[in-house]
């Protein structure tokens, strides 16, 4: 089959690969028909190098049709139409049935200390062949899968896999008071996605970016938003101005490790991802490479006694945490990796009746896999006004 591999920083190929097979009998494969390319591709594609291996497979938000179930799987038939979560649970353990998705105690990685397994997603999460592809291997195909109807076009459905689930947990953890206000960092997919479920809840959003595409869209769709070039290192008193002095009630980081602000350490970030992996792994995992640029943004935002929700991923160990403005502040944080199966039987009912949430016309951009490698460097660059990627495999 042909899928994505990596081969080396900003270097991934379309190449072909043997077709995976059942390995276990609750596996099932499935045909991939539209995957999604996501801002944490963009993390493996510039400073995650060190873990991963030439020839890996990336992609962890595809859905398609199975094409094949091993004799243990009873929940699922060949021609099922299913969306796949990027976490790899077993929905069965400790972690899952509390709604711990990405802490899921099958999968997690003991080697890396890390949680739940993750489709084309480093070593660190497992090392699993990733859903950029024509064909994917699916474990606990009884229970990992979510079956989705027939009908609606695979848009509907595909932001599932992550997008959704992510942006709906952003949100829910933001936990914003009845007639209050959010402010989301970052108006990527993860963002934009976020913005929308808080205003279908009522939620007054104040959106920031710096790429004037993504923020005429949040605009266009009800959110305040501000451009974080116009207002420079004074973004905290360009937003308690909106907001009566005080600041919102909550900040949605949905930036992460890639943000721009920090030359320093994009300086660092640079070097990483040209070191020989023996030196660079320990660096990335416990010296300070850190960009964090869009926290420390959330946290001066954030009016005092608010909630900070970090959907961004970040790495590194060694950059200092403004505690003393933190603890003063009197902060919550809440993080982590979406827990997909978390939010799936809440999110579901939404798409199946109609698009709530325009998904139908989210992606800017929809291309064959065989132009992937194009696609991502259009992504990172922000060129061409992309937000989001589909493949068609
Ligand atoms: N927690 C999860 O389960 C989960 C799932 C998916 C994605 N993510 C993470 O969410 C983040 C966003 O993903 P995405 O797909 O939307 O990616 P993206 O890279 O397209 O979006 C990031 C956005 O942040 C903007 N930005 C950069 N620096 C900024 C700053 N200082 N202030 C405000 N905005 C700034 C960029 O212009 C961009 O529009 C990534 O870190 C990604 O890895 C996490
Ligand atoms: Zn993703
Ligand atoms: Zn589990």
């Known amino acids: ?60 938000e595809p859905m398609g049709v199975v094409e094949e179930v091993g004799p243990a799987v009873t929940e699922l038939s060949v021609g099922d139409r299913v969306v796949v979560p990027f976490n790899v649970s077993c929905n069965a353990c400790a972690m899952c049935t509390q709604g711990l998705q990405s802490q899921c105690e099958t999968t997690q990685v003991h080697e890396h200390g890390t949680g739940a397994s993750l489709f084309g997603y480093t070593k660190l999460y497992g090392q699993v062949p990733g859903g950029q592809a024509e064909l994917l291997r699916v474990p606990f195909g009884n229970t990992l899968p979510i079956r989705v109807p027939e009908g609606p076009p695979d848009d509907r459905f595909v932001y599932l896999s992550d997008v959704l689930p992510t942006a709906w947990q952003g949100v829910a953890y933001a936990d914003v008071p009845a007639g209050g206000t959010l402010a989301v960092l970052g108006l990527g997919p993860i963002g934009d996605m976020a913005s929308r479920i808080a205003l279908h809840r009522g939620i007054r959003v104040i959106g920031v970016d710096l790429v004037g595409e993504r923020l005429d869209r949040a605009r266009a769709n009800g959110v305040e938003v501000v451009d974080a070039l116009d207002v ?11 907001t009566g002095g005080r600041g919102p009630d909550a900040v949605i980081d949905a930036v992460g490790m890639e943000a721009h602000g920090s030359p320093i350490a994009k300086a660092a970030h640079q070097a990483v991802g040209l070191l020989p992996d023996a030196v660079a792994k320990p660096f990335m995992q416990k010296a300070g490479v850190d960009r964090l640029a869009a926290l420390l ?18 790495g590194g160990a060694a950059d200092p945490l403004p505690l003393l403005q933190m603890f003063d ?13 978390r939010w799936v039987p809440e999110i579901l009912p939404l798409l199946a009746e109609g698009d709530a949430f325009g998904v139908e016309s989210f992606a800017t951009h929809r291309v064959p896999l065989s132009q992937a490698p194009e ?19």
């Open 1 to 60: 089959m042909r899928a994505l591999t990596w081969h080396g920083k900003r270097d991934v190929r379309v190449d072909t690969v043997p077709d995976p097979t059942i390995e276990r009998p609750d596996d099932v494969i499935v045909r991939v028909t539209t995957t999604g390319l996501c801002g944490s591709d963009l993390h493996l594609y510039e400073v995650l190098g060190p873990f991963l291996d030439s020839g890996d497979i990336l992609g962890h």
């Open 297 to 314: 943004s959330a946290v001066d935002v954030v009016r005092r006694g608010g909630t900070i929700s970090i959907s961004g991923v970040y």
């Open 329 to 341: 502040k009197q902060l919550q944080v809440r993080m982590g990796q979406a827990n997909v199966w």
């Open 375 to 393: 696609a991502y460097a259009m992504f990172q660059k922000k060129a061409d006004g992309a937000v989001k990627v589909l493949f068609s495999p």
């Open 232 to 242: 420079d290192d004074k973004l905290g008193d360009a937003i308690r101005e909106m």
